[in-house]
């Protein structure tokens, strides 16, 4: 099973990727949990990334595509994933397409979880993330067992540098010129399947699990 999941920053792509992946024994892959494993490594990708990704901007193609398709080709793909965070443009759409096109494959499913951007500066300002493994927790909706601790790995919780408010506000507006296209465009091949992300987050997950089957 290959799903995409879409929606504005901090609709709970990542929180709801992630429970899919357990539940349907599927690898999560995230490029904006990519690129922040590549900051904190220090690496040259990393380095170039960072510039775009502080400023709410997003990274350029060409760099994003390959990391994707070369993650995509391993072996623990072979029965599926979920990507989270790609495509967030119409290009990236349309290579990751024709890749999966050049071995008879095809997206099953776009999951859009639907949030407001009111909701969303709101929440961004309590979310906490690993950096280490990628988990993220809210110190409301979703607080760790320890506070600024990781549960799974135990390493040390971060606010991301992205989530600052006047930096939230650019990611909405990127969101909204260059990956909101990407709507009509799944919609168009008739995969497309919108969730309120507005719920509590097991309910959102109840919704998605209705349509996966
Ligand atoms: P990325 O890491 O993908 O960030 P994003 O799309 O901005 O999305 P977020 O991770 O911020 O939000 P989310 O939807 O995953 O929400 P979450 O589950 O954490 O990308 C970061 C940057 O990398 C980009 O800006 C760009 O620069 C670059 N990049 C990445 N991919 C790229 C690409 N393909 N091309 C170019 N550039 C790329 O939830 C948010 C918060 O809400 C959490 O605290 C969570 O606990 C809480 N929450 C979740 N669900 C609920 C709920 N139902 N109710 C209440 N709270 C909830
Ligand atoms: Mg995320």
């Given at each position: ?6 929606g504005?920053?901090g609709a ?14 599927v690898?999560?892959i995230?490029?904006?949990?990519i ?28 760099l ?6 070369d ?11 979920v990507?989270?965070g ?8 349309e ?12 997206i099953?499913f ?29 110190v ?12 799974a ?7 991301r540098?992205?989530d ?7 990611r909405?507006d990127?969101y909204?010129?260059q ?8 919609n ?18 109840a919704?998605?699990?209705?349509i996966?089957?």
């Amino acid at each position: 099973m290959k799903i995409i999941m879409l929606g504005v920053p901090g609709a709970g792509k990542g929180t709801q990727a992630k429970m899919i992946a357990d539940k349907y024994h599927v690898p999560h892959i995230s490029t904006g949990d990519i690129f922040r494993a590549n900051i904190k490594n220090g690496t040259e990708l990393g380095m170039e990334a960072k510039k775009y990704m502080d400023q709410g901007l997003l990274v350029p193609d060409e760099l994003t595509v390959k990391i994707l398709l070369d993650r995509v080709a391993k072996n623990d793909c072979e029965n599926g994933y979920v990507l989270d965070g790609f495509p967030r443009t119409i290009p990236q759409a349309e290579v990751l397409d024709k890749a999966l096109a050049e071995i008879n494959d095809k997206i099953d499913f776009a999951i859009n979880v639907d949030v407001p951007d009111e909701n969303i500066i709101r929440r961004m300002g309590g979310r906490r993330a690993c950096l280490s493994c990628g988990a993220t927790y809210h110190v409301e909706h979703i607080p760790p067992k320890k506070e600024g601790i990781c549960d799974a790995c135990g390493k040390e919780l971060v606010l991301r540098d992205d989530d600052k408010p006047e930096t939230v506000g650019n990611r909405l507006d990127v969101y909204h010129k260059q990956t909101q296209p990407l709507i009509d465009f799944y919609n168009a091949k008739g995969i497309l399947k919108t969730v309120d992300g507005t719920a509590d987050m097991k309910d959102v997950f109840a919704a998605i699990v209705s349509i996966l089957g």
